[in-house]
């Protein structure tokens, strides 16, 4: 076991898989020689280059829709949304293309995108950069909503978001990014279920049940 951040587990997650799996691709703004606002993409562009890591222009709802259309013809993208705020400039895209082909094809396409960034406030970036959106997501049919409080939990449910066939939104707050937590050896390899319960911790006189 080791003690690594929230960051860090998240970056493992990506490059692993992109290793793994070479239609895993990751675009949006600012992800590559940069290596994203807040460092989450650090050092992969140098790995895996330009066509594997694609910087964008400021257009969410370009970029959204290339990530659509890559999944549709087999390809794994993982889209950053620098704040998740911005959600809404790609709000068809989300909502009413990647959340729907599978059902309006009665199975036939899959759309394995997973959307990931952070949000939630504590930072001072201003009302426009603080937005939580999991409820709006959570009430979307289509879209699988994760957002890990932990290392361990960030880089394994990373993991099983993009080997999931359909979309999965990815929440990281951003006030989680600098935290610590017990993780296995980075060559083990393992996976956090999406949608299974994990009782954090063992007691008998209270209950608390959290998503």
Known sequence: MRKTTYIQAINEAMKDEMRRDESVFLIGEDIGHYGGLFRVTRNLFDEFGAERVIDT??????F??????AALVGMRPIVELMYMDFFLVCGDQIFNQAARYHYMSGGLLNVPLVIRGQQGGG???????????????AQYPGIKVVAPATPYDAKG???SAIRDNNPVLFLEHKMLYFTRGEMPDATEEYTVPIGKADVKRQGKDLTIVTS
């Open 157 to 159: 449910l990373l993991i």
């Open 64 to 69: 959204m829709g290339m990530a659509v259309g």
């Open 57 to 62: 222009p400021i257009s969410e709802q370009g």
């Open 123 to 137: 930072k001072s970036y201003g009302s426009q950069h603080s937005v939580a959106v999991e409820s709006v997501f």
